[in-house]
């Protein structure tokens, strides 16, 4: 099972494949989730996070040479398909193996995945590969498994999709496989590992690769029991974490699931700290109820900040509900990391600096600002490349240069140049605010912390030291 490495500081995990403005690198927890299920069916298993330790492609060779596989997994991602196909040939080369590869964007660029792979690809997951992999891992005949394209007599075969699975079925990662300390991100207290209490997201955002092309649009949540066994099983195998980050989508689309969780580690009197993802629009009176459980950062997608933005990419949300999400959690004493974007269909410049000084005028202690990635799979994706907005030319071009996180979408009101550019005024002008400056220094509460800071403050600057986007 191999995470490939790219470039250095390059993050695979995260829903924008680069390298990111903080230099975050993301746990593969998706991939080992599926490693569990294979562990858990008595395979032997080699996993390599070849991203988060920026190894280099002959530390692979010798890796691959040494296990021997029979099947030789790989994740892959939009910018580096090239790189990833890259190691599938490596191990064509040294032995005789079966080569699968996963991820969002084979799952929808399939037939063009196999073009450009030239004979050293044998197999393609689509979408959710958990039990696809156990079915090919365990010996199942190519024609029987869900889930899967492969070659047969030169013609490209795709077998019938998978049925969403039960989540409650399966096991919790093998993290036995990592170190915490590999990954890094400024805004959560080091070290911390993910948690995925659930699947699929009712939302339909059109920017959004994961929910249309892995999980789809059917909400499945885990037990609360099992989501904080699984906590407890983190703690055991690391009794040093600092910090549970609930990976999970839209962790509080269900407040069943919230007071179901919240209640549980209140129950078992776990001392924990923890973040989430959020919208806006969930119920905030179990903010008080999250808080008492542990919560302490809210991650929230508050995207745009005009309300004709928002409803171009069908966020579902509006601008007063993001005042009063943040007035609220501010209150409630929670940190509040707001997630931006700027180059949605219809943008002007005066749009894209009304998001800049709505993030200015709310109550956030850090953001980021991307801009939208039109991923293959997307209905965004579909928009821009009919009328012609799309940049890149080549899958390499989804990042720019160094490669780091930029827009890919050129319009004629307003070029990429144009929203780069923007992206970095608003990151600029909110971080070098004097009273957000004092508000991040009051939030330092010790050593930990001030590392934290720290090195997101070094990663920042050596961004905007390489000319930002």
């Not at 790219?6 to 995990?13: G, M, P, Q, V, Y």
């Not at 990111?20 to 390599?48: C, Y």
């Not at 885990?222 to 999970?248: H, K, S």
């Not at 007063?320 to 949605?344: L, N």
């Amino acid at each position: 099972m191999l995470n490939p490495p790219f470039a250095d500081d390059f993050c695979r995990s995260a829903r924008w494949a680069a390298k990111s403005r903080g230099r975050v690198q993301r746990h593969p927890d998706w991939m080992l989730i599926a490693t569990a299920v294979l562990e858990e069916n008595g395979h032997d298993i080699k996993f390599i996070d070849g991203a988060a330790l920026n190894l280099k492609k002959e530390d692979i060779r010798n890796e691959i040479a040494s296990f021997k596989p029979e099947i030789f997994v790989i994740h892959t991602t939009t910018p580096s398909i090239y790189n990833d196909i890259s190691y599938a040939r490596l191990c064509k080369e040294l032995m005789d193996c079966r080569t699968v590869l996963i991820g969002p964007h084979v799952s929808v660029e399939t037939e063009n995945t196999f073009e450009i792979a030239d004979d050293s690809i044998d197999i393609i997951c689509r979408g959710e590969y958990d039990y696809t992999l156990k079915d090919l891992a365990n010996g199942s005949a190519l024609k029987e498994v869900k889930g899967i394209s492969y070659i047969n007599d030169g013609r490209i075969i795709h077998n019938p999709q998978r049925e969403p699975l039960d989540v409650n079925e399966l096991p919790f990662p093998a993290w036995h496989f990592i170190k915490p300390e590999w990954y890094r991100d400024a805004g959560k207290r080091s070290p911390f590992l993910t948690l995925i209490s659930g699947r699929g997201c009712f939302g339909e955002c059109t920017f959004c690769r994961d929910t249309p092309v892995m999980y789809g649009r059917r909400l499945r949540l885990r037990n609360p029991e099992l989501v904080i066994d699984e906590i407890e099983y983190d703690y055991r195998l690391f009794p040093y974490l600092m910090e549970i980050m609930f990976e999970t989508d839209t962790f509080t689309a269900s407040r069943k699931h919230v007071e179901g969780i919240c209640e549980e580690i209140l129950r078992r009197d776990l001392r924990i700290t923890w973040s989430c993802n959020v919208r806006v629009d969930m119920d905030l009176s179990l903010l008080p109820l999250m808080k008492k459980a542990g919560c302490r950062m809210l991650m929230v997608g508050i995207e745009f900040g005009t309300q004709e933005a928002l409803d171009a990419v069908k966020k579902g949300i509006t601008i007063e509900q993001t005042r009063i999400f943040a007035d609220t959690a501010h209150k409630s004493g929670f940190t509040i990391h707001g997630c931006f974007m700027a180059g949605a269909p219809g943008e002007t410049e005066e749009s894209v600096r009304a998001t800049n000084n709505f993030a200015k005028s709310l109550p956030l202690d850090t953001i980021q600002i991307s801009g939208v990635c039109a991923y293959p799979g997307t209905e965004m994706y579909n928009w821009a490349k009919e009328r012609g907005y799309l940049v890149p030319e080549d899958w390499s071009e989804w990042v720019g240069k160094d490669f780091e996180q930029v827009t890919i979408l050129n319009y004629p009101q307003l070029s990429k140049k144009e929203i780069d550019k923007l992206i970095d005024k608003g990151l600029k002008e909110f971080y070098m605010r004097p009273q957000q400056i004092l508000r991040m220094a009051l939030n330092i509460k010790d050593i930990g912390d001030l590392k934290r800071k720290l090195y997101g403050f070094k990663s920042f600057l050596g961004y905007l030291k390489k000319g930002g986007s």
